[in-house]
């Protein structure tokens, strides 16, 4: 990687630039120059710091905020619907029946919000306690729904725990296609299968149903899955026949390599 210091020597501040690395991906780095005298001649060092993991954290945030008003705030509203409807008098079914669909939402909310808690209290979120969460939410789920769920998981050994944003990510990942699935697939019978290895997390949803890609009416489930994963910098595969698929992976090693200082003439 090569630049010119002279267009920057003048800054005092630091400068964030985007550059594009060895391996060719695209990356935020902050530039600090700063002179440096050496046999008597004055030269500038360019000390370059990889910003990527900060800029993730303040997209994290921003993301963490977005799906809670997208989650929970979209269930508040339907409760809230839901409710004046039954004061108005609006509604033709049955009062119990509008009273299970609220107490329904309220489980689903809260099960989201604990998992989301769970994720961030925790100081070092593992593979573990994530497909556990994952576990809970969708076993619950496909039971409430008289839906048969079978879980299928495989952790390499000595893998680092995921990122608190890949945990977030696959967490509402796995929510859009259990929802999809519950509402659209008339299915029996819904497959997670988790597999962590050192370069690759490997995710499937599967279900019997009639197939997700033959309804013309999909919502914003699948696009908000797809936009997930290119997020991560990952990959996305739907199949739609003898039921749904939908597989994705999810690289790991996703560190930029070191950033060595440049040396430039003054």
């Not at 060895?22 to 600090?32: I, L």
């Amino acid at each position: 990687m090569k630049f010119s210091a002279r267009p920057l020597q003048n800054r005092k501040d630091p400068v964030e630039l985007e550059i594009i690395n060895e391996q060719g991906k695209h990356c935020t780095v902050e530039v600090t120059l700063s002179p440096v005298t050496i046999n008597k001649e004055v030269h500038t060092v360019a000390i370059l710091r990889d910003t990527s993991e900060r800029n993730r954290s303040i997209e994290l945030k921003k993301q963490l905020v977005q799906d809670l008003h997208d989650g929970v705030g979209g269930s508040l509203v339907n409760i809230k619907l839901l409710s004046q409807m039954v004061v108005d008098g609006t509604i033709t079914q049955p009062t119990e029946t509008i009273l299970k669909n609220i107490s329904d939402i309220c489980d689903d909310s809260i099960l989201e919000i604990r998992s989301f808690m769970d994720i961030l209290d925790a100081k070092a979120v593992t593979w573990e306690s994530l497909f556990a969460d994952l576990h809970q939410y969708c076993a619950k789920a496909a039971e409430s729904h008289q839906l048969q769920f079978i879980k299928k998981s495989d952790i390499q050994e000595d893998v680092p725990g995921p990122s608190v944003l890949l945990a977030l990510n696959l967490f509402k990942i796995v929510k859009e296609g259990m929802t999809n699935i519950i509402r659209h697939a008339n299915a029996k019978e819904i497959h997670l299968s988790l597999q962590v290895g050192q370069d690759n997390l490997h995710c499937s949803l599967k279900d019997n149903g009639s197939g997700l890609l033959q309804k013309k009416r999909q919502g914003r489930g699948l696009p908000n899955i797809k936009n997930r994963v290119v997020q991560l910098g990952g990959k996305l595969a739907i199949n739609g026949t003898n039921g749904t698929s939908i597989s994705l992976v999810i690289p790991l090693n996703t560190a930029s390599p070191p950033l060595l200082s440049e040396e430039q003439d003054d």
